[in-house]
């Protein structure tokens, strides 16, 4: 992974964590989410990454040019059964894959997913799952994400 001279990766820590949830919210206001429904979840959201960060569940990248963070991904490490495709207990899903508006077009995002596969090679994930948004799609493509089934079901009457 080669990031444009200037630009720096590091791993997120807890105090990052605000900034991971609005990263998330200008990630889904980009993809036309309800304004007022992400600024409802934003604390909440704070404090999932917080903890999230804090037990090691979620591992979070940030990329950083003169000093401010314009970029970033997660990957979330969940505990599955073995299947008939691998026999590892660790997947992982990525997520909160955002940057900027003005650093966009200088393959930032691949940078950000090639660092997120070479952790996943290093923990012995062999299975990497994500929901891409359209603009996202061709870069996922392009490092070999292939697209599968997927249901959702809302359940009426939870937490809103």
């Not at 409802?40 to 037990?55: D, I, N, P, Q, S």
């Not at 970029?71 to 505990?79: E, H, P, S």
């Not at 990525?94 to 003005?102: E, G």
């Not at 090639?114 to 603009?135: F, H, K, N, P």
Request: aromatic share 6%; charged share 15%; hydrophobic share 45%.
């Amino acid at each position: 992974m080669t990031l444009p001279p200037g630009y720096a990766l590091r791993p997120a820590t807890v105090r990052d964590a605000a900034l991971i949830q609005s990263q998330r919210t200008a990630m889904f206001t980009d993809m036309g989410s309800d304004v007022a429904g992400l600024a409802r979840v934003h604390e909440a959201g704070a404090a999932w990454h917080a903890r999230m960060l804090a037990c090691g569940a979620y591992t979070g990248l940030l990329i950083e040019s003169g000093g401010e963070v314009i970029a970033g991904a997660g990957i979330l490490w969940t505990d599955l059964p073995p299947n008939a495709d691998t026999t590892a207990t660790t997947r992982a899903y990525v997520l909160n894959v955002y940057v900027q508006p003005a650093q966009r077009g200088q393959r930032l995002a691949r940078a950000l997913m090639q660092a997120a596969l070479a952790e996943c090679r290093a923990r012995g994930v062999d299975i990497v799952t994500l929901t891409a948004s359209d603009a996202g799609r061709p870069t996922y493509e392009a490092l070999g994400f292939t697209p599968q089934a997927e249901l959702k079901l809302l359940l009426t009457g939870g937490p809103s």
